[in-house]
């Protein structure tokens, strides 16, 4: 839900409210439902995590499980409210400053206690340039010295994080953050056993060395086949945890992945191929999940490429695709169209759009042939299109060519990789257009305007425009929250005029769900979801 922020000396007393009256969450087992004697989830997870470091997981995949090893000092639970995790209760000592109280009796997975320092360890490490994390400017700006740190300019040292006492973290952050509790509730920011990291080096996260504090521990991981988690008997809140055993399947193949699910195989299809979504309601009506999300699909285009750097190309390759066909014929499972990075439902900035949006489509593709020629680029030209193993990447990718060949004439090469190869083509700026997606991190404006600033590792288009950055520091260091959504909508607006990327669609995420797996809620709008609050219902 989308509201203006409170002021910060009302956010001050809200806050210490809250610390008072936190409360644990769990798997909450309903009154009267008797639970399976083999306490066991085999769930899709849809592509292969390219690592299980929490420093260095920036894919859902790779999250997902990491939020099943790691607890930093909040977290999420099931309906996608922030809870306590690691920190007791916490207070707001001034506008910048906020000290953390650990829990008593608070372990790793080795038995070791977790101490304040363990969080200092942890953050220093997730930002330090020498780990080479690409996730590390996504949240940095939100930690006192934090961007200085990831970019080398500052000692590690100098992170806004101290340990006042063993049970007692302190943090700084270089301007009001009103959601910082969201924000600490991802993995990057949890507790890491250094020891560990000391002895195995890159290897500290397989099976056998991993040392984490979350529910579960690792207890496999078969590449392309299967990561399997048992539960942690050392984990805090332990009592409350229901699984023992959860098994996350790398399928990529929808199609795949429902065949497995109907045949017994799995308990959740990850997602839906496109156009089955209606099929599916008639024929699973109990199983089908299907809610609203904070998440954007789009096409990432390379603003250094030799033919995207043309805004005029960038410009009219967007305005021919029609959203609304593309979400209603093509995708068909509630989605909604999207023309700006700032999506609808997110707090701190109003939704952006082009005002070519609202045109009938012929005058859209005579506008757009007219930015071609002025380019100098000709019918028949070709443009190359990456995207991941996937049957709902490729028959949106086929859409999307579909549309530059009858509307522009171009030709689209298509190239399809795994996930985790496309994420370092991405990165390595190795294509001309590719998909892309994004999950908000927490629910502020800022966590999608990161796809498109300057100096932020979650841009792969490559693009910059300082006025805007400018607009984003402003609205960041102001107290006024009102006049924060102003200059951060106003920054959206500026920045998304130089078309660094293409907007398609807001997320739903369409799945199946056996009726025997208990603790599943629609209204998580991030899909954070942590195994510890699921239960097998007696079937």
Not at 109 to 124: C, H, M, T
Not at 344 to 372: F, N, Q
Request: hydrophobic share 40%; proline share 5%; charged share 25%.
């Amino acid at each position: 839900m989308q509201k203006s922020l409170p002021s910060v000396s009302l956010l001050s007393v809200m806050l210490a409210l809250a610390c008072a009256a936190q409360t644990v969450a769990a798997a909450s087992v309903p009154a009267g439902v008797a639970l399976a004697a083999k306490q066991e989830w085999v769930r899709s997870n849809g592509s292969e995590p390219e690592t299980l470091d929490p420093a260095l997981a920036e894919s859902v995949p790779a999250n997902q499980i990491a939020r099943d090893l790691f607890e930093g000092l909040t977290a999420t639970d099931t309906s996608g409210k922030t809870v306590a995790g690691v920190a007791e209760s916490w207070k707001q000592v001034n506008p910048t400053t906020w000290v953390f109280t650990l829990r008593k009796g608070a372990q790793f997975s080795n038995g070791e206690p977790i101490s304040a320092e363990d969080f200092v360890y942890g953050w220093r490490r997730y930002l330090d340039p020498k780990t080479a994390s690409q996730y590390a400017t996504t949240l940095a700006p939100f930690i006192l010295n934090g961007m200085d740190v990831a970019e080398g300019k500052k000692a590690v040292t100098e992170l806004g994080v101290k340990a006042l006492a063993k049970d007692q973290l302190e943090v700084k952050t270089p301007f009001p953050v009103a959601f910082l509790l969201d924000l600490l509730a991802n993995t990057q920011f949890a507790p890491i056993h250094k020891a560990t990291v000391d002895k195995f080096g890159k290897d500290w996260t397989k099976p056998g060395n991993l040392v984490g504090n979350g529910a579960f521990v690792l207890k496999e991981w078969r590449v392309n086949s299967a990561v399997v988690l048992e539960k942690n008997p050392r984990y805090w809140d332990a009592k409350a945890v229901v699984l023992n055993k959860v098994s996350f399947l790398p399928i990529e193949d929808s199609n795949a992945d429902v065949k497995m699910y109907q045949s017994g195989e799995t308990d959740m299809v990850y997602q839906l191929p496109p156009g089955s979504y209606e099929q599916m309601k008639k024929t699973y009506p109990a199983e089908v999940k299907n809610g609203p999300m904070l998440g954007l699909r789009f096409y990432a285009l390379n603003n250094k490429d030799s033919l995207m750097k043309d805004l005029r190309v960038r410009k009219a390759l967007s305005m021919v695709i029609d959203r609304d066909v593309l979400a209603s014929k093509v995708t068909a499972d509630g989605q909604i169209p999207a023309y700006g990075v700032v999506i609808k439902g997110i707090a701190g900035a109003d939704v952006t759009s082009y005002d070519w949006a609202k045109w009938p489509m012929d005058k859209r593709v005579a506008e757009a042939k007219k930015l071609l020629a002025d380019a100098g680029v000709k019918p028949g030209t070709k443009i190359s299109f990456t995207y991941n193993t996937d049957q709902y990447h490729k028959k949106m990718a086929i859409f999307a060519a579909s549309e530059w060949k009858t509307k522009l004439g171009l030709e689209t090469e298509m190239d399809n990789l795994e996930f985790k190869v496309l994420i370092k083509k991405r990165h390595d700026g190795e294509f001309q257009i590719a998909r892309h997606g994004w999950i908000a991190d927490y629910n502020d404006a800022t966590t999608f305007l990161t796809l498109v600033q300057c100096d932020s590792d979650a841009n792969d288009n490559k693009n910059c425009n300082r006025k805007a950055e400018e607009l984003i520091t402003q609205g960041n260091q102001t107290l006024d929250p009102v006049k924060r959504k102003a200059l951060l909508t106003e920054a959206a607006r500026l920045v998304m005029e130089d078309y660094p990327m293409i907007p398609l669609l807001q997320y739903t995420l369409p799945r199946l769900l056996k009726s025997y797996v208990g603790g599943y809620f629609e209204s998580n709008p991030m899909d954070h979801f942590r195994s510890k609050d699921f239960y097998i219902i007696k079937h």
